[in-house]
């Protein structure tokens, strides 16, 4: 039996097609929303009408069954390129939608006699729509999830393989044509690729469209529907994520916790609002101030978390006091200014959350307890556990340029203070009596480096030197009684660490001395 494609057939199947993916995907399209099911829908539609145009070929004049089908089918495949842009939130420049099928309708206007020439031109402009449509979704290819994608691009590059064949083939003279509607390889060639490529563009791009759509509704219920931060559940979430791999790789971690202060005041006084507007604004203040990976979420009402992946304790410390001066610098809406107070800890590989945000949570009350707009840090109140040393839960204890306070006297000594903190970091509590020499070794440094730096600032003219000079006797103060009962036996290996770490390196060297390196023409 001898087996013959019914070419008609085969148009009127693909015409039906065509009508029922441009109604159905027209009927779930929603008008505003650019998503490209709308140009995808019109480009089914216009497909189709050409196609029944050129059904009719020999039956209506040459001007609709030749030029305004052509015109019609390349428009059709600018609509998908359209429909692509659209979805990936792209531009798409209007000559790519009217380009082609202009150009179909002048190139084959001069060949109305000769149709092989008119299936080389037009193919070779649906060529390029279609290597632009397959740039565009390679190009893209990472930020579309889900499967949909390739049954696009798999339609997308069997038209193109079977466009560009065509093209070759009349070229070469390998294939001729008396008539469109002739039973010729070709032809059949021609409507069994574009059958199947119809379904697997349709099918495709809603599949995509439906993926996408999963994929953001999942997105959004990550999000605080207000601010657009990460919600509490999802902090939770990579919370614990983070904990896995510290416990794993020994990466520091940190968290800040941020309360507005007397928010109520604002809300009191400019009404609920405005108190949005303004938790919108300090969301965004506080996005431009942390790192990419940092991660800020709301915890509820007025209060935030930052979570700092690969963050020591002075990262933390230094992240925390950026935010608060940030908050500070500028309105947040209009003229209402608002300050904030942070809670700070790093996370101990011993840590639960728990036991970790209810430190920072300590750190955030002392911060509000001490008059607000300020970050106190607590430090770790117990000796880190195994796979994790001290130096690298407490990050980043080194020196760095940017602590140079502009002048070389201090900043010779802030360096010996800094070596002199780590040495006691690195010495365990067993090493009683390197302990306690190392302390006061300590101590004699900060001292002599204390009457150093009154007497640079005094000669500088600073203007808060007395302020200065006033918070060095309280450490030093502060520091004899640690002597004292150290050498009583009552001094533990933590307290000292919280002295020198956090009172006397952190609060004092990075808070306290910072403030007056613009004076001295530092960093
Ligand atoms: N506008 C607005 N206000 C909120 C929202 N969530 C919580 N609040 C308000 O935030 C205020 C929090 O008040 P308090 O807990 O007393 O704290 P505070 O006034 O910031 O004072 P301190 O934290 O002690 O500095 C309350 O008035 C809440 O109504 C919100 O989504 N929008």
Known sequence: MEFHVHVPTMLVLSIVMSLTFAGSIGWVARP????????????????????????????????????????LVTGAC?????????????????????????????????YLDDINTRVILGGSVLVVVFAALLWRLARAHRRISGR??????????????????????????????????????????????????????????????????????????????????????????????????????????SLLLLDMDHFKLINDQHGHLLGDSVLKAFVARVQGVIRETDLLGRWGGEEFVVLLPSSGFVAMTQMAERIRAQVEALPMVGDVRVTVSLGCASCQSTDSWETWLGRADVALYRAKAAGRNRAECEMPLTRPGPGLSVAE?????????????????????????????????????????????????????????????????????????AAHTALHRQLAERAHRLLEAQARGQLTFDELLHFVVYEVTVQHLFIEDAKFHAHLGGA
């Open 32 to 71: 505003g929303v650019r998503d490209g099911l709308l140009p995808l829908s019109l480009g089914f539609a216009c497909h189709a009408v050409g196609y029944v145009l050129l059904g009719l070929r020999g039956m209506i004049p040459d001007l609709f069954s030749v030029l305004l089908a052509n015109m």
């Open 78 to 110: 600018s609509l998908l390129l359209l429909a692509v842009a659209q979805f990936l939130q792209e531009r798409l420049a209007s000559a790519w939608l009217w380009g082609p099928a202009l150009a179909v309708v002048l190139l084959l206007s001069a």
């Open 148 to 253: 949909g994608r390739y049954l696009l691009l798999t339609g997308v590059l069997i038209t193109l393989v079977l466009l560009i064949a065509r093209v070759v083939l009349f070229a070469t003279g390998a294939a001729v044509l008396e008539q469109v509607l002739d039973y010729a390889p070709s032809q059949v060639m021609l409507y069994v690729t574009a059958f199947v490529s119809q379904i697997l563009l349709g099918t495709g791009f809603l599949l995509m469209a439906k993926e996408s759509a999963e994929a953001q509704a999942r997105h959004q219920a990550m999000l605080d529907s207000l601010t657009g931060c990460w919600n509490r559940a999802r902090i939770e979430a990579l919370v614990k994520y983070e904990m896995a791999r510290l416990k794993r790789y020994g990466t520091p971690l």
């Open 393 to 465: 839960s407490l990050g980043e204890l080194v020196w760095r340029d940017e602590y140079l306070s502009g002048n070389p006297e201090i900043d010779d000594e802030h360096r010996t203070l800094f070596v002199s903190a780590r040495r006691l970091f690195d010495l365990q509590q067993e090493e009683e009596g390197s302990l306690t020499a190392a302390a006061r070794v300590f101590v004699a440094e900060l001292e002599a480096h204390m009457a150093t730096e009154e007497r640079v600032l005094a000669n500088a003219g600073y203007p808060e030197c």
